[in-house]
């Protein structure tokens, strides 16, 4: 049975490993391996899961965490387990796994549009806020008139 080391090259529409026939079919009794390297920017349907992945493959993927910003880090599939938890103070678990095995937490500079719904919020915020002083001020000068 021949083995094919797969480079997801099908991905763009040419096999080049030789694995995958022009129709798109696996050939019979092929064989893939796909590098885990493949597997990490992949969506969710498509990258290996946990489960069928080696300890050895888990650990490598865990060392290429360090430096790695944590958002890119937090999408490793070796953080799926923690998905939709969070730790006491509401960050989510996964990004705090990939904190632990040494990704970096690099703060994001808030962009224009945020900058102004922001500064907008806290108008209305202003506004709401000193409203009951304004409204009673204008009941009595009209109730002088």
């Known amino acids: 049975m021949p ?3 797969c480079n997801q090259s ?3 529409g040419r096999c080049s490993c030789g694995a995958v026939d022009d129709r798109g079919v696996v050939r019979d ?3 893939l391996r796909v590098g885990v390297m493949f597997m ?3 969506n969710h349907a498509e990258r290996k899961p946990l489960a069928m992945m080696t300890d050895s493959e888990i650990r490598t993927m865990r060392d290429s965490v360090r430096g790695m910003p944590v958002l890119k880090a937090a999408a490793l ?3 799926d387990q923690f998905r939709g938890i ?3 103070n509401g960050t989510p678990m996964e990004q705090m796994r990939a904190l632990y095995d040494g ?3 690099t703060p994001t500079e808030p962009t224009r549009e945020e900058c102004r ?3 907008a919020r806290d108008h209305m915020i202003e506004q709401m806020r000193d409203a009951h002083k304004i409204a009673p001020a204008m009941e009595a000068t009209n109730a002088r008139m």
């Open 10 to 12: 099908c991905r763009s």
């Open 77 to 79: 599939p070796i953080y």
């Open 40 to 42: 990490d920017h992949a």
């Open 117 to 119: 719904a922001a500064a």
């Open 86 to 88: 969070l730790d006491d």
């Open 3 to 5: 083995t094919f080391n």
């Open 103 to 105: 990704a970096t937490y």
């Open 29 to 31: 009794g092929a064989a």
